[in-house]
Structure formats: C-alpha cells, structure tokens
C-alpha cells in the first residue's frame, strides 16, 4: 500500500497568515493526488486534484503543486473560514489512501 | 446540483450486520463510480471500497480491513449505492460517507461527499 505521511500533523496561525502543509508519499504517484478540507462535524470537501488543479468553486487563496513522491497544499492568506482539517488522498493504485491530517487552528 | 444521502446507520452488537444506503440526485448515477469512505471518532479518513461505473460492470474495489465482509452494490432501478456490512467489529464504528469520484481527474478524487451515517457496534 502507499502511505501518505503528512506535516505538521497540527499547526497554528494567524488570519493572514501563509500556510503550507506538505503531504510525501511513500512511493512515487505521479500527479495522483488529492486534497480535502473537512471542518467539524461536516463532510470533506475537495480543495485541488490532479496534485495542482483547483476543483471549481475554491477560492484562488488555495494551491497545491509537486509530483512524484512530494507535494505541498499552500494557502496565501488564512481565512477564517480556513480554520479546519486538510487531508491528501492517493489514487494511483489500490487501495485509496489518505494521509493523517493537519489540523489547523487559530492563533 | 449534486446531493448524496446516506442512511441505515445505527447500533449493532459486533458480529451483526447492517446495510447502508445512498440516494444520489443531481447526476447520472450509472455514469460513475461511487466510493464509501468512513472515519472513526476523532479519526481520520479511510477509504472502504468502489463501485466503478456501469460502462466497467459495476466491478468492485475493497480495502483489505473490510474485504469478505463487506460488499458494495447498486440499483439503478432505484438509484440507489448499498453497503452490505457483515460480521461487524467494533473497529468498524465510524461515520460512513457515500462519495462520487470525480470525472475529471479519472476517477482519482472525490468530488461529491453525503452528509454521512453514523455506525456504532457496541454489545
């Protein structure tokens, strides 16, 4: 199975702030990577897929680039609405896999 | 606009059984493949399996945790997605989602996610 490890697995910041969560995979995936917002007690919400496309809908604040076995979820400046938890999602092979997740909080 | 509702969550004893259901709205249900995916109390997300498209037979995918036990199902005539949940263990409890695979990255993310049913398995 491919393992996503990612970091921090909890940070906090300020509104305003630049925020990067990086997510590396335990082998390389190409492209095939996913990332989801999930605020409590609420579905996931895909923010980019395909590693750096963003899923319509999402504000351009929100970014995701690399390839291979590293990539990096980037958002410009914190909202506050942006306080939740991010999680990276893996299809290159099966089984689907997700990384354990950041969870971002206010300062 | 896109909506999934999941139902037939609640308490069973371990070793018991449940079935899960899924109503999509909002899309041609047969044109997609169709994850569950669950996350335990204070956990993250794990994926449970697939149901890819009729153009690919409705085939299925399983993680290894649930494989044998588990079973995924669709009926178009109803537009409904099953999940067929057997021999139950108290790892099993979590909140279950019923998510649509996105097109447009190949069916590698999850564009659409219910609002997801609750499992307790507890004696």
């Known amino acids: 199975d491919i393992q996503l490890t990612q970091s921090p697995s909890f940070l906090s910041a300020s509104v305003g702030d630049r925020v990067t969560i990086t997510c590396r995979a335990s082998?390389?995936?190409?492209?095939?990577l996913a990332w989801y917002q999930q605020k409590p007690g609420k579905a996931p919400k895909l923010l980019i897929f395909?590693?750096?496309t963003l899923q319509s809908g999402v504000p351009s604040r929100f970014s995701g680039s690399g390839s291979g076995t590293e990539f990096t979820l980037t958002i410009s400046s914190l909202q506050p609405e942006d306080f939740a938890a991010y999680y990276c999602?893996?299809?290159?092979?099966?089984?689907?896999?997700f990384g354990e997740g950041t969870k971002v909080e206010i300062k | 606009e896109v909506q999934l509702v999941e139902s037939g969550g609640g308490l069973v004893q371990p070793g018991g059984s449940l079935r899960l259901s899924c109503a999509p709205s909002?899309?041609?249900?047969?044109?997609?493949?169709m994850d569950w995916v669950r996350q335990a109390p204070g956990k993250g997300l794990e994926w449970v399996g697939r149901?890819?498209?009729?153009?690919?037979?409705?085939?299925?995918e399983y993680a290894a945790s649930v494989k044998g036990r588990f079973t995924i199902s669709r009926d178009d005539s109803k537009n409904s997605l099953y999940l067929q949940m057997n021999s139950l263990k108290t790892e099993d409890a979590a909140v279950y989602y019923c998510?649509?695979?996105?097109?447009?990255?190949?069916?590698?993310?999850?564009?659409?996610w219910g609002q997801g049913t609750l499992v307790t398995v507890s004696s």
């Open positions: 149901s890819r498209n009729k153009a690919n037979r409705y085939t299925t």
């Open positions: 999602q893996q299809l290159l092979t099966y089984p689907i896999t």
């Open positions: 998510a649509r695979a996105g097109e447009s990255s190949g069916w590698r993310d999850f564009d659409s």
């Open positions: 395909a590693a750096s």
């Open positions: 909002g899309f041609s249900f047969s044109d997609h493949y």
């Open positions: 082998q390389g995936i190409s492209t095939n």
